[in-house]
Nanobody, 116 residues
Framework: QVQLVESGGGLVQAGGSLRLSCAAS????????MNWYRQAPGLQRELVAT???????TYADSVKGRFTISRDNVKKTLYLQMNSLKPEDTAVYYC??????????WGQGTQVTVSS
């Protein structure tokens, strides 16, 4: 239903910054939440950040104060600004849109690698 395409990943030094983008094929303003998840090899997928319809945001404790989730409804794009990156942030980052409790869409993922 909803196509999501992530971009902006890459290789950065510890302490550096990246901005991830997620372009959606449809309006994102009606989604209950837009989310960023990440998954490192051998580990569980974890929720990194959430933005709700009213614009409220939630962050995992591990990224609080360093990452910022935002959206541009006109451009139909979700963003994740990542500052003060740490090697522990290395993972594939996935964009997710939840239309309801039971319907959601996923992007293909973008690799973020932070060197020590």
């Amino acid at each position: 239903q909803v196509q999501l395409v992530e971009s902006g990943g890459g290789l950065v030094q510890a302490g550096g910054s990246l901005r991830l983008s997620c372009a959606a094929s449809v309006s994102i303003s009606s989604m209950n939440t837009m989310n960023w998840y990440r998954q490192a090899p051998g580990l569980q997928r974890e929720l990194v950040a959430t933005i709700a319809r009213d614009g409220s945001t939630t962050y995992a404790d591990s990224v609080k104060g360093r990452f910022t989730i935002s959206r541009d409804n006109v451009k139909k794009t979700l963003y994740l600004q990542m500052n003060s990156l740490k090697p522990e942030d290395t993972a594939v980052y996935y964009c997710n849109a939840k239309r309801s409790l039971f319907i959601d869409s996923w992007g293909q993922g973008t690799q973020v690698t932070v060197s020590s």
